[in-house]
């Protein structure tokens, strides 16, 4: 009953150790994170805010938590006082919300722009063009109680590698490009349990990496 372990282990022997793993608990139970937790693993993604809350105040408290899903502004304020990392940022309005959650709890948020590189019509994100007009923003000074880290994309859901190669070496380019103007980024977040080989060799720093680790998601339990 040891397959999470293994499942760790196996990922972090074939990764770089410069190379942040977020294992993606998303539907998971408890005993999974802890098992998890127990073979060393300390960050964690989740999708839905409520369930990231319920999992936060289970779990012990070295645990760094992701936000990796889609996000609800009006539930920032749940997840303001221990969220380390908002990965699917995709406006200067979410921003406002997240600074001023932010603001109350006397933190900085970590925060990445969720940029869209996948042509499927299903994924979130901004284009290049978005993201110059939030960087560059003036309103954008004015959020001292966040701090953007970098970029978050998705690929195109497909074992074709060279769709895979085009979208993560399009989503390096930009992260290269505006690092030109931000030195401080420090991350870009792309690579799942299908890509993440081949998002690393585009210059990923972060993986997130679901059901490799804990098996496959049944949506409807
Ligand atoms: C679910 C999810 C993942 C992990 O997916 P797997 O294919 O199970 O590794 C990664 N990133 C995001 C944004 C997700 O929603």
Not at 32 to 55: C, H, P
Not at 66 to 71: A, D, E, F, Q
Not at 203 to 219: D, H, L, P
């Amino acid at each position: 009953m040891n397959y999470i372990k293994d499942n760790l282990e196996k990922i972090k022997t074939s990764i770089s150790e410069k190379i942040v793993l977020v294992a993606v608990s998303k539907t998971k139970p408890i005993a999974d994170l802890l098992e998890a937790y127990e073979a060393g693993q300390r960050v964690f993604g989740e999708n839905k805010i409520q369930e990231m809350v319920t999992k936060h105040e289970a779990l012990p408290k070295d645990i760094e938590w992701h936000m990796i899903g889609h996000l609800q502004r009006n539930k920032v304020k749940y997840m303001a006082h221990f969220v380390d990392l908002i990965h699917g940022v995709d406006s200067l309005k979410t921003l406002k919300e997240i600074n001023k959650q932010a603001h109350k709890h006397d933190r900085v948020i970590n925060c990445l722009l969720q940029v869209r590189i996948a042509k499927e019509e299903t994924k979130f994100g901004l284009t290049p063009a978005d993201i110059s007009d939030i960087l560059y923003s003036e309103e954008l000074k004015t959020f001292t109680n966040i701090k953007i880290c970098g970029f978050m994309g998705m690929a195109t859901f497909t074992k074709n590698e060279n769709i895979l190669n085009e979208e993560f070496s399009e989503l390096e380019t930009l992260y290269n490009h505006h690092k030109k103007q931000h030195p401080d980024f420090s991350i870009l977040s792309m690579g799942m349990s299908g890509d993440y080989k081949l998002a690393i060799k585009n210059g990923s720093t972060m993986i997130r990496v679901g059901s490799s680790i804990f098996g496959a998601r049944n949506y409807l339990t």
